[in-house]
């Protein structure tokens, strides 16, 4: 068992796993706004770094990682939250390309005052589970403490979510402000408010990816969730953005795609593993990646 | 005035050629008067306008979101950068030509998968393949020289340039204003070609595949090559701008075109005006004199350039400039209208048609 | 239309025609024709590209150092009656766009900064400028416009091509010099054992590598690990954690490491988490006690080619001291007993080269004259090896002793000793045979720099 374990095959299923999971947040992020409002949020990377960056500051002043944990969490659900009424709010109706570039843009104000307010070098953090791989019988085994808790925060995330979409009178009246928002306002809803909360969900999920990756490296730099961001959009793509077990599915494929790709080609080219797995989904799915929806929006 | 609205509609060819040759011998004009480090800043934005160019084609005209464009730079810059390393004395047309093809090239391979998708798809595609060019251009060391990159000679002032200036500084000056002018010549000459292409039956139907492709397709416009040729086009003004402007610092490396420059291109074209030549102008310009821009706001506002602040001032002033121009003017500067521009207004109703600045 | 077609030819030809006048008019630029840029009759302009902030900074003070001994000959005369006017600017390794902490603007790059020194400041010369790819990237440009690119820093053999640039010099060990003197002391001393390697995957890792096969020593293909130098931007433990488990597992009891001092201790203790500890030879770029900053570093190796910060019978060690402290304006926290770091002695060592060539050259300054004085003159300078131009050879230093971090109890070591004074010197080829002294070079400081 342990030889398996150590195995060159295992270490590559468990570091394409743990990334994985951190790409499957953000698609699922980014199917969860999607699905509320139909726009991409283009920095929702940069907003999550932003959320971690304030939270990780508080650890200077003495307070522990899971409090820390927290105030991420929600700085990034007020963020997307604020983002929602007054960046996208007046682009609703309007052509696809404004939210965009706005959320482009967006993307780019914040890297730089994160660069400005917190100078733009690594900030460690020291996280609460030990991230030095285990042994067995003198080899190492790919997964740490911390790997371990990075994939069930994660999984608990997305259990969190889905019972949330599929269990609540919340979840019910986001899914139904998504689909019928005349209807839903007729019966009732607030749609606009539905709109808003679909944002701080999304928001709040990406915070905790990149509260992730924080840990992981030698820190947190502004531009570190770009890749990130890359790898998990072409992840909700490749599911569908109308599909949240897709994202995550797509999420967890990409992840380990590139670690293989890393590990029995070159580690250079590993980011390509997520463009490949794109190409290869298109190939398959010559129609496009729309999932089963009425009518196709143009 | 008629003639004189006229020349400025761009009716014809001939007008064209004469208004693009114009402006072309104005900014000739310009060089002669910049010193030399400001020259370079302006031979780098001229090799960028005709990037945005070929991106406010394909965004503003063809209605495809494409956020790869740096992607055709890097490979017409490699293409530059490779052939120079084997042919050390080139023409410089053959390069760029090369560079236009190889650019163009790659524009068809992506547009394979890219043109079936709409919207955020495409973008996210698009954003894929520019998210791809540093690691590929990492790995594959022995076509693209790895890390390191691949280091070129600096373009040579002809001997017949260099004997107009005189003084201790002569080949400086020279060498500089040589870089410019050929910068401007070469997007002079992109810019007719891209407005003879505005004008033309290619640009009509492209309009008509943006807006409305079902009448485009009953109207015998075959769809997937419409879109792909916008494609192709964008790409080649890439690799031709890309390859400029990496013969300009003699050097291309994968950090040369980072997946920021995208979005970068994005910004600028939408800050300009998207679709329109004058667009594309004003994008190269602010990119030239956006570092001059921002010292001038700080000192404005009291902000040391060298704090955290000072340093990250061009990112904030870009991004915060990219929204609110989405917000209030999403037609870019070019659509704000100058008194000139009014006052050359005909009085004649004209028929609506729809024109490029209603993508946005 | 015949109007309009009349209209805007004359309008074209007529701003061609003012163009071509003005050309003529206005080309002539300030200076007497025929002199020499940055020289005037009492002072000496010159210039570096240098990493002042970013990712690269820990090396700010290796300029500040030069800067320091510039301003101390300044107060002491000058050099032939001319000031020396050194103008510094921050090219953030050429890596503003990334940001990290880049102060000098987004849009920066060693090019451009290169063309503010000469087509703007005029240098003579640029001196001292810092970074293998950032001064690859300009070496074309400035060698077009005739400028000298003079004790580059960095450890590349690129510097020393005097055919195609005759102009550029560089000034530290190669690494495949230190790579091969490092194959030299674990053939001695580590005879047998298996030997690690791990350097980032560019022209220092790369030549590192080389230079400890060319030295016969063979580290097998699964032992010669790199890592990705951009990783030093964004850096993530799994990467390193990857590399020493490697050697680790295959028993590597000797591992060379070519890394930046980050990489160095990020790799340092990775090991010490995972209970490894081999023989550790760094690299002399890499292994600077305080920039590595980490205590378990005490024990390792390394190539030193300046003197010991500690060693009292060294001359030079008080002089760059009081060099420093007279230059409150860089060295604003320097006193009496601070102890010494290798870049301030790198910064001076390299200073005082330059000022020593200036005064050999004479009254009269041209840069055909300044490239020969390089190549004739015999350096007094602080390395412990001789530092020699000629016609054939443009790297600088040739060598340096093996030395020993020492430990400084649970705190982060200070400094390297050198182990048994032998000074080992090489080319860069593989054909280039190592030769060694056991006298350190310690050259008497000339009278005129005393002060």
């Not at chain 2, 992109?190 to 109207?219: I, Q, T, W, Y």
């Not at chain 3, 550029?168 to 790579?179: C, D, K, M, P, V």
Request: charged share 10%; proline share 4%.
């Amino acid at each position: 068992m342990s030889t398996f374990l150590t195995s060159t095959f295992m270490h590559n299923v468990f570091g394409g796993l743990a990334q994985g999971v951190v790409y499957s947040l953000v698609a699922l992020s980014l199917v969860i706004i999607w699905q509320s409002t139909h726009v991409l949020n283009f920095a929702q990377g940069a907003m999550a770094m932003f959320a971690t960056y304030i939270g990780m500051t508080e650890i200077d002043r003495g307070i522990g990682y899971w409090w820390c944990v927290i105030i991420s969490v929600a700085v990034g659900m007020a963020l997307g939250g604020v983002t929602e009424r007054v960046l996208i709010r007046p682009l609703y109706g309007k052509p696809e390309i404004n939210p965009i570039v706005v959320m482009v843009g967006f993307l780019g104000i914040i890297e730089a005052l994160a660069a400005a307010i917190w100078t733009s070098t690594t900030r460690n953090i020291a996280e609460p589970f030990s991230q030095i791989f285990y042994h067995a019988n003198g080899k190492l085994v790919y997964l740490s403490p911390f790997i371990i808790f990075q994939i069930i925060l994660a999984i608990a995330i997305m259990l969190a979510v889905a019972a949330l979409f599929r269990f609540t009178r919340l979840g019910l009246q986001l899914r139904a402000s998504a689909m019928a928002p005349e209807v839903s306002r007729l019966l009732g809803i607030r749609v606009s408010r539905m709109l808003t909360f679909g944002w701080m969900l999304s928001a709040g999920v990406g915070a905790i990816a990149a509260v992730i990756t924080a840990s992981a490296t030698f820190g947190l730099f502004p531009t570190d969730m770009d890749g990130i961001f890359v790898a998990g959009f072409i992840a909700a793509a490749v599911g569908g953005l109308e599909s949240p077990i897709g994202a995550v599915a797509g999420g967890l494929l990409i992840g380990l795609a590139e670690q293989f790709i890393l590990s029995y080609w070159s580690p250079n080219v590993a980011p390509l593993g997520g463009i490949i797995i794109l190409v290869v989904a298109l190939m398959i799915r010559p129609q496009g990646l729309f999932t089963k929806t009425a009518g196709r929006r143009v | 005035m008629d003639w004189w609205r006229s020349f400025f509609r761009q009716e014809s060819t001939h007008s064209r050629l004469l208004g693009v040759a114009f402006l072309t011998a104005v900014t000739l004009a310009i060089t002669i008067v910049l010193p030399p480090v400001a020259n370079g800043d302006l031979a780098r934005g001229a090799a960028v306008a005709i990037v945005i160019l070929g991106l406010s084609w394909l965004i503003g005209w063809s209605g495809q979101i494409s956020l790869g464009n740096s992607a055709f730079m890097a490979v017409g810059a490699y293409t530059a950068g490779i052939w120079a390393r084997h042919h050390t004395t080139t023409p410089l047309i053959l390069t760029l030509v090369l560079a236009m093809v190889f650019g163009g090239l790659a524009g068809l391979i992506i547009a394979i998968p890219s043109t079936r998708l709409r919207g955020p798809y495409l973008a996210g595609l698009t954003l894929a393949f520019a998210a791809a060019v540093t690691p590929i251009a990492q790995n594959f060391t022995s076509i693209t020289g790895g890390e390191g990159g691949i280091f070129m000679n600096s373009l040579v002032t002809p001997h017949w340039f260099g004997q107009l200036f005189h003084g201790t500084y002569a080949s400086i000056d020279a060498n500089s204003q040589w870089l410019a002018d050929l910068s401007v010549v070469i997007a002079g000459i992109s810019f007719f070609f891209m407005a003879n292409l505005f004008h033309s039956r290619s640009g009509r139907a492209m309009r008509l595949v943006r807006d409305n492709d079902v009448a485009a397709e009953l109207m015998g416009v075959n769809l997937s090559r419409a879109r792909s040729s916008a494609f192709m086009v964008a790409a080649a003004y890439a690799g031709v701008g890309g390859a400029l402007y990496a013969l300009l610092q003699a050097s291309v490396t994968p950090e040369t075109f980072p997946l920021t420059l995208s979005i970068t291109l994005l910004t600028l074209m939408v800050l300009g005006g998207i679709g329109t030549l004058s667009g594309a102008v004003i994008g190269g310009i602010i990119y030239s004199f956006s570092p001059d821009l921002v010292a001038r706001v700080n000192s404005l506002t009291g902000v040391n350039p060298t704090s955290n602040l000072g340093a990250n001032m061009q990112g904030i002033i870009f991004g915060a400039l990219l929204i609110l121009t989405m917000l209030f003017v999403p037609r870019g500067i070019a659509s704000i209208k100058t008194p000139i521009q009014k006052l050359l207004r005909t009085r004649r109703p004209r028929p609506k048609l729809p024109d490029a600045a209603e993508v946005i | 239309m015949n109007r309009l077609r009349r209209s805007a030819t004359l309008l074209s030809v007529s701003a061609l025609a003012l163009g071509g006048i003005t050309t003529g008019l206005l080309s002539s630029s300030a200076g007497a024709a025929g002199s020499t840029p940055g020289v005037t009759a009492n002072s000496i302009t010159i210039g570096a590209s240098v990493p002042l902030s970013g990712i690269a900074a820990s090396y700010a003070p290796v300029s500040a150092a030069a800067n320091a001994v510039f301003k101390w000959v300044n107060a002491h005369g000058g050099v032939n009656g001319r000031t020396i006017k050194y103008i510094r600017l921050d090219d953030c390794y050429d890596l503003a766009s990334y940001g990290l902490g880049c102060t000098a603007g987004a849009s920066v790059t060693t090019l451009s900064q290169n063309q503010v020194l000469v087509a703007q400041d005029h240098v003579f010369a640029t001196v001292g400028s810092l970074g293998t790819a950032a001064e690859e990237s300009v070496e074309s440009y400035l060698k077009q416009n005739g400028v000298p690119q003079l004790f580059v820093n960095s450890g590349s053999k690129a510097w020393d091509n005097p055919s195609q640039y005759p102009d550029l010099f560089g000034y530290q060990t190669s690494y495949n010099a230190e790579g091969k003197i490092f194959a030299h002391f674990i053939k001695t001393h580590f005879a047998g054992k298996t030997v690690g390697f791990i350097g980032q995957n560019d022209d220092f890792g790369a030549n590192g590598l080389l230079g400890l096969t060319d030295g016969g020593v063979t580290v097998a293909s699964a032992n010669a690990l790199t890592y990705n130098a951009a990783d030093a931007i964004t850096g993530s433990t799994s990467d390193i954690q990857a590399d020493v488990a490697t050697l680790a597992q295959d028993n590597a009891q000797v591992v060379v490491l070519d890394s930046v001092p980050g990489f160095t201790t990020g790799i340092l203790e990775v090991a010490h988490a995972l209970g490894y500890s081999p023989t550790w030879i760094i690299s002399s770029v890499g292994a600077d006690p305080t920039s590595v900053n980490y205590a378990g570093e005490a024990g390792a190796y390394t190539l030193d080619y300046f003197p010991s910060v500690t060693d009292t019978g060294d001359p030079w060690i008080p002089w760059v001291r009081k060099v420093l402290l007279a230059d409150k304006a860089d060295f604003p926290k320097i006193t009496a007993s601070s102890i010494l770091t290798g870049n301030e002695l790198y910064g001076a060592g390299f200073a005082v080269a330059f000022v020593e060539a200036l005064k050999a050259e004479g009254k009269n300054v041209t840069r055909a004259g300044f490239v020969a004085a390089m190549k004739s003159t015999t350096y007094a300078d602080p390395a412990i090896t001789p530092l020699k131009y000629s016609a054939s050879a443009h790297q600088g230093l040739t060598g340096g002793v093996i030395a020993k971090i020492a430990a400084n109890g649970s705190k982060a070591p200070v400094e390297a000793i050198p182990v048994n004074g032998t000074v080992f010197s090489t080319g860069n080829s593989a054909s280039s045979p190592l030769k060694s002294t056991t006298t350190l070079t310690i050259s008497p400081i000339p009278a005129w720099l005393k002060g």
